[in-house]
């Protein structure tokens, strides 16, 4: 249920409002936006009389929300949700950004020399794996905490925030000292438990779309994380498992714009992941541009041949530049610009 309070209520009678749902025993959540203040409350009761809600001091409408996802829903919050990051950038505003970097990060050198190229040619964000979910468990694990140091100290050499995963809940800790978001990779789409660990950090959570989640299942995972008090969530449509062989997944751009009529959070486009190869991601890149993408991450490597993982998928930074290009005319072509 969601309950739109009067614009020109006072806090007392807001509180008076919050108190009576919980009374009632619902769960509330309060968002405030610039000339309104909604409130969610959260619980099961098919039955619940509204107009006892209704008629309290302050209380503008009230409204059932019949999605099972409720604080991630449009009927929640109209306006789009904006992460903000200290140093003044922000997703899913006007302004696109482009988070780049390797699969994962294998040495000093690696690192660093990616991160300056992206960084020159436009980038905000640095991706890379230090802890790596990989197939097969004789594949290369990723560097763990030694990584995520030699990505933290390259990020901040040329000016980047980090995004990097976390596979579960006893590495949160480490993504807190070194990561400005946690990204949460398909595979944990839907472990819960870890969802809701998530929900007590105060870290923006990427939240990558299930192999074979529909949209309904993925913004019920962001549920989890946002009920349990994380309201900087992000999600990221990285192809789908589907019938088809000739890409590693089938890229769902149709999610993008769908996303954005039932949820108020951002959405991030992956065109490495959604596609798998590398002179396909750039026109990807630029149909979810197109699409309305809050952002767009993708795998860059210096020498991707030799790439420890996913290197097929990696573009050459001469490529990367060459998609900064493109995706910002059409960037500009629909009112938008990249950070």
């Known amino acids: 249920m969601v309950v739109v309070v009067e614009q020109n209520a006072s806090e007392k009678d807001i509180e008076g409002i919050i108190k009576t749902l919980q009374d009632f025993g619902f769960d509330v959540h309060r968002s405030t936006g610039v000339n309104q203040t909604v409130l969610g409350a959260i619980g099961v009761k098919p039955d619940f009389d509204t107009r006892q809600v209704e008629v309290l001091p302050g209380v503008a409408r009230v409204y059932r929300i019949t999605e099972p996802y409720k604080l991630a829903s449009r009927t929640f919050k109209q306006e789009k949700t904006v992460i903000k990051f200290k140093n003044g950038l922000e997703i899913g505003g006007k302004a696109i950004v482009v988070m780049a970097g390797p699969c994962s990060v294998e040495n000093e050198n690696q690192i660093f020399t990616i991160a300056k190229h992206v960084a020159e040619s436009g980038a905000k964000i640095l991706r890379g794996g230090a802890f790596k979910p990989r197939t097969s468990p004789y594949a290369f694990q990723g560097l763990g905490e030694e990584g995520l140091k030699l990505m933290r100290r390259a990020a901040d050499e040329f000016g ?138 993708v795998e860059v490597h210096h020498d991707p041949d030799r790439a420890k993982s996913d290197g097929a998928q990696s573009l050459f930074p001469e490529q990367f530049t060459e998609m900064m290009k493109q995706i910002s005319v059409i960037a500009e072509a629909i009112g938008r610009t990249i950070a």
Not at 185 to 199: D, P, S, V
Request: net charge neutral; with cysteine.
């Open 160 to 297: 980047l925030l980090v995004v990097t995963e976390a596979m579960d809940s006893t590495q949160i800790g480490l993504m807190e000292q070194y990561a400005d978001i946690i990204q949460i990779g398909a595979r944990n789409m839907q472990n819960y438990n870890f969802l809701k660990e998530l929900g007590k950090s105060k870290k923006p959570v990427m939240l990558k779309r299930g192999l074979s989640a529909t949209f309904e299942e993925w913004l019920m995972s962001a549920e989890y994380i946002l009920s349990s008090g994380n309201k900087q969530v992000l999600l990221c449509e990285r192809g789908i498992r589907t019938f088809e062989t000739a890409t590693r997944n089938t890229m769902d751009i149709s999610a993008i714009p769908v996303i954005h009529s039932k949820s108020h959070l951002p959405i991030v486009a992956d065109p490495s992941h959604g596609i798998g190869i590398r002179d396909k991601v750039i026109p990807m890149a630029r149909a979810a541009v197109a699409a309305g993408a809050d952002a767009i991450i």
